[in-house]
């Protein structure tokens, strides 16, 4: 079955460290998309790729870096320099192809907390 | 400003009963799109219903279904006939204009909580 998959489910980071966070799909899709969750805000957008080797800053880029090296991949590293990283993390796809009406795809998040 | 309202933190409804989940929105492209996703506490956000800002009828998938006022730049989302399973995170989401590249880029409002008791 064609999905978004995320890894790790929950991941704890210690202060001052980078972590990656790893999102993969296996649809196609030639976009893909990095949210940010905490209680009470919705979902911010941190990063965004249209193709590979292409990628633009969302509105809470900063502290965050991203690669577009393969169309199915789109990782995220969290820096040491985000000062507050603790949250609900959502790689999201979508098609370029008649995209219209169909959204997003949506993985199953990464929780990650500082420790 | 806020391009994506959702007044309504949380949500209580008895089972079998319907809800309506509100949403309003602001934009000044004259195409645009709105969807409505579930997110339950496993986290996964699920794609309900969508509603194009030229569609002539209101959507429906189900037991979903989306009261599209446009004049009054809302999108409530209907629930009929509510069911345990119902309870989780709700979000509404727009799209404005996709243009030729055929990339789209959602922004979402804060989410209500809805929780259906027996």
């Known amino acids: 079955d064609g999905g978004i998959t995320q890894s790790p489910k929950y991941l704890f980071r210690k202060e001052g460290q980078n972590v990656t966070l790893s999102c993969e799909q296996n649809l196609n899709h030639d976009a893909m998309y990095w949210y940010r969750q905490d209680p009470g805000q919705g979902l911010r957008l941190i990063y965004y790729s249209q193709i590979v080797n292409d990628f633009q800053k969302g509105d809470i880029a900063e502290g965050y870096s991203v690669s577009r090296e393969k169309k199915e991949s789109f990782p995220l590293t969290v820096t040491s320099a985000q000062k507050n990283p603790t949250a609900f993390y959502l790689c999201a796809s979508s098609t370029v192809t008649n995209p219209v009406g169909y959204g997003y795809t949506f993985g199953s998040g990464t929780r990650l907390t500082v420790v | 400003a806020q391009k994506i309202t959702q007044t309504q933190p949380g949500m209580f409804v008895q089972e079998k009963e319907a809800v309506t989940l509100d949403c309003t929105y602001d934009t000044s492209d004259p195409s645009y799109g709105l969807f409505w996703y579930k997110q339950p506490s496993s986290g996964e956000m699920i794609f309900l219903i969508y509603?194009?800002?030229?569609?002539?009828q209101n959507a429906t998938e189900g037991r979903y279904s989306l009261n599209f006022q446009k004049a009054r730049k809302s999108a409530n989302l209907v629930i009929s006939a509510s069911q345990l399973g119902d309870s989780a995170m709700y979000f509404c989401?727009?799209?404005?204009?996709?243009?030729?590249?055929?990339?789209?880029?959602?922004?979402f409002g804060t989410g209500t909580r809805l929780l259906v008791s027996p």
């Open positions: 989401a727009m799209r404005e204009g996709i243009g030729n590249t055929g990339f789209q880029k959602l922004v």
């Open positions: 509603q194009g800002s030229y569609d002539q």
